[in-house]
T-cell receptor
């Protein structure tokens, strides 16, 4: 079946512009997660959703970052007034439910470049 | 939360079994052991997970020691496409376990 889909796959933007990144989770998955990976670095947790609620947004780096999820499905990660340090691959994942016995399944990410 | 220790890198021979070790000596009670891999320019790929018993699926086998302080991921017949960074992750059974925390992983190179 279809996996996690992210769009766009690549995004180049100018410093100071806002960007929106989209994630379509696997159908029926109630939990959705956002991570980012800077060049040569590890994966950094940003936020997760259970349904449309975000119980843990502890990883969002600043108030320029926000995310929402509507209809328990699609999620959008928004970065306002982008900075060069925001350049990274932004990865989305989903799982059938929350909890440690439920694997996360990742998309292939959106590569964001801020010039 | 339990931490994991993995070799930074290892080489494996194509066609042979690849045995990837992971130490998690502080693992407790109901914490799961997960394995993911990340092939260059792709998102992490789920491989397998387990709690106490050994597990096998179409990709790999997971062997967890009886004391649960270490585990081994076995790729039965490594191919060049198995070259990737492999992550061993212990996932807590409380709220922190609602997400995955990635460490540095093992960079595995499968050689012809």
């Amino acid at each position: 079946g279809a996996g996690v889909s992210q769009s766009p796959s690549n995004k180049v933007t100018e410093k100071g512009k806002d960007v929106e990144l989209r994630c379509d989770p696997i159908s029926g998955h109630t939990a959705l997660y956002w991570y980012r990976q800077s060049l040569g670095q590890g994966l950094e947790f940003l936020i997760y959703f259970q349904g449309n609620s975000a119980p843990d947004k502890s990883g969002l780096p600043s108030d320029r970052f926000s995310a929402e999820r509507t209809g328990g499905s699609v999620s959008t990660l928004t970065i306002q007034r982008t900075q060069q340090e925001d350049s990274a691959v932004y990865l989305c994942a989903s799982s059938i439910r929350l909890g440690p016995n439920s694997p996360l399944h990742f998309g292939n990410g959106t590569r964001l470049t801020v010039t | 939360d339990a931490k994991t220790t993995q070799p930074t890198s290892m080489d494996c021979a194509e066609g042979r079994a690849a045995n990837l070790p992971c130490n998690h000596s502080t693992i407790s009670g109901n914490e799961y052991v997960y394995w993911y891999r990340q092939i260059h320019s792709q998102g992490p790929q789920y491989i397998i997970h387990g709690l106490k018993n050994n597990e096998t699926n179409e990709m790999a086998s997971l062997i967890i020691t009886e004391d649960r302080k270490s585990s081994t991921l076995i790729l039965p017949h490594a191919t060049l496409r198995d070259t990737a960074v492999y992550y061993c992750i212990v996932r807590p059974d409380k709220a922190a376990g609602n997400k995955l925390t990635f460490g540095g992983g093992t960079r595995v190179l499968v050689k012809p």
